[in-house]
Nanobody, 113 residues
Framework: QVQLVESGGGLVQAGGSLRLSCVGS????????MGWYRQPPGKQRDLVAS???????NYPDSVKGRFTISRDNAKNTMYLQMNNLKPEDTAVYYC???????WGQGTQVTVSS
């Protein structure tokens, strides 16, 4: 049974930073392409960072240079470092093995102006 548990969200002022974590069980992150997604209130869920099994990363322009995805293979944990946060980054953030059906409960990030 696959479980994904995200944590690290919270309330932060614009310009601040947060680091999100995602611990997995029943799945080995280093063998999968992994993504961080976010879903603002009333909007669709979008990909904000991805990492292939070999470690290559990709970001949309909206977060490029501010967000960094990383992986700790020993801990089977994904991270999303978010710097220079903006109010438009407010959303529930999820980690997700790309192409699979598994989702965690997400972690709320709220950025105040």
């Amino acid at each position: 049974q696959v479980q994904l548990v995200e944590s690290g969200g919270g309330l932060v002022q614009a310009g601040g930073s947060l680091r999100l974590s995602c611990v997995g069980s029943g799945i080995v992150f280093r063998l999968n392409a992994m993504g961080w997604y976010r879903q603002p209130p009333g909007k669709q869920r979008d990909l904000v960072a991805s990492m292939s099994a070999i470690g290559s990363t990709n970001y949309p322009d909206s977060v490029k240079g501010r967000f960094t995805i990383s992986r700790d293979n020993a801990k089977n944990t994904m991270y999303l470092q978010m710097n220079n946060l903006k109010p438009e980054d407010t959303a529930v953030y999820y980690c997700h093995p790309i192409g699979e059906v598994y989702w965690g409960q997400g972690t709320q990030v709220t950025v105040s102006s």
